[in-house]
């Protein structure tokens, strides 16, 4: 079924369903593979969810990992009741687009207040986008005016938006 539901965006090599070593269940996601790059293009149009795989048995240390570096924001808690308790200045935007430029992400959200910090994320290796990035804002206040929307569309993309979680 998975193959099937992907084919209608490119022909689709392969797939595989994660599954817990020790039960054989499903995790609950999966990753897939198409022949042609645009294939991601048009899948990527779409609202998902991206996010770096992580196995549970290396989770506290990925964190500590990422709490050390940079990227201490990563790390987005997906209960919105928790994150709606969290007053910050960063925001993490999800699904940017591979051509969009760090002027480019900026200009787009410097309608909701003064930004001090931006950082498109590219790969370490390829120095290609990761498809995410950071804005700080000088105030609290900027990321909550940026919240009153999850989707911004950016460049022609629909891109979602979180508070960084420290």
Request: charged share 25%; glycine share 8%; with cysteine.
């Amino acid at each position: 079924m998975l193959k099937d539901h992907f084919r209608s965006y490119g022909n689709v090599v392969g797939s595989v369903i994660a599954k817990d070593r020790m039960t054989g269940n499903p995790r609950g996601f999966a990753f897939v593979s198409f022949s042609d790059a645009s294939a991601l293009d048009k899948v990527l149009g779409r609202m998902v969810e991206v996010k770096k795989a992580v196995p549970r048995s290396q989770q506290n240390q990925y964190l500590h990992e990422q709490n050390r570096g940079q990227n201490s924001y990563f790390r987005t808690n997906g209960t919105k009741s928790y994150d709606m308790n969290i007053r910050t200045k960063k925001i993490f935007v999800g699904g940017l687009s591979a051509n969009l430029t760090e002027d480019d992400f900026k200009f787009y959200f410097e309608k909701y207040g003064r930004i001090t910090d931006v950082v498109v994320m590219h790969d370490n290796v390829t120095h290609r986008p990761c498809g995410f990035g950071f804005i700080t804002f000088e105030t609290k206040d900027s990321v909550e005016d940026v919240m009153q929307k999850n989707f911004h569309e950016l460049c022609g993309k629909l891109v979602e938006v979180k508070r960084a979680v420290p």
